[in-house]
């Protein structure tokens, strides 16, 4: 996967990224919105060119106010993102190039306000799913929304993705509509922060192709029938 061409999916005018795009920003408008005074922490994993937090910081009342990370393994797409941020004049914003699956890449930032995990879970196995979502309890602090995504292919993950965040002291907030055609889930920290357990590593990027490619195998496995011996 050319993951700078994928972003070219964006571009293209009321196409389903597009639209997921859309609503991924308005959920991220809301929640710095809502944030209390001072200070917002935003992390973003698996931050591609960053232009879901940075297109809305461009203007945001708050954009002075906030202290982000954005971690990418791609370097034409953290070059991508940092152009815009230094464009927005947005200095408090920090573009890494490395590994976003380790959870040492937080550090000084985490409990964060705000955390993204966008573009993660339909390129990661569900036990992967699952470890992320029990780290979040890392990421976020108490109040602490996580902005989420998932496409709605079968089989059709956002349930459990929603009760995966439930078990870990998470509030759903959000969640859009299935007709949509994406999964975009909000969701509140309710609990308290753990310290970081450094060393951990919460997935392993698979690549949405590859595990489409398995599902598929895995249902013709299933419905192909069996000769007796």
Not at 55 to 83: F, G, K, Q, S
Not at 105 to 124: H, K, R, S, W
Not at 129 to 137: F, M, P
Not at 150 to 171: L, S
Request: glycine share 8%; aromatic share 6%; proline share 4%.
């Amino acid at each position: 996967m050319d993951w700078r061409a994928w972003h070219d999916q964006y571009e293209v005018a009321d196409s389903l990224m597009a639209r997921r795009l859309q609503a991924v920003q308005g959920r991220i408008l809301a929640a710095l919105s809502e944030a209390p005074a001072g200070e917002v922490r935003v992390v973003s994993l698996c931050a591609g060119d960053g232009r879901d937090l940075l297109e809305v910081l461009v203007d945001h009342p708050r954009r002075d106010d906030v202290r982000a990370r954005l971690v990418e393994l791609d370097p034409r797409n953290t070059a991508a993102a940092r152009e815009k941020a230094d464009q927005a004049g947005l200095r408090q914003v920090e573009i890494v190039t490395g590994d976003a699956s380790l959870i040492d890449q937080y550090e000084d930032l985490a409990p964060a306000d705000l955390v993204l995990v966008c573009g993660v879970f339909g390129n990661i196995t569900d036990p992967d799913i699952e470890r992320t979502i029990a780290a979040c309890n890392q990421l976020c602090t108490t109040n602490g929304t996580v902005i989420w995504t998932r496409h709605r292919g079968a089989p059709d993950r956002v349930p459990q993705i929603c009760d995966w965040f439930e078990a870990q002291g998470f509030e759903l907030q959000w969640l859009s509509a299935v007709e949509a055609g994406f999964g975009v889930g909000v969701h509140r920290f309710a609990g308290a922060p753990q310290p970081l357990r450094h060393g951990t590593r919460m997935f392993e990027f698979a690549g949405y192709d590859v595990l489409r490619q398995a599902e598929a195998a895995e249902a013709s496995d299933a419905t192909t029938p069996r000769r007796a011996d």
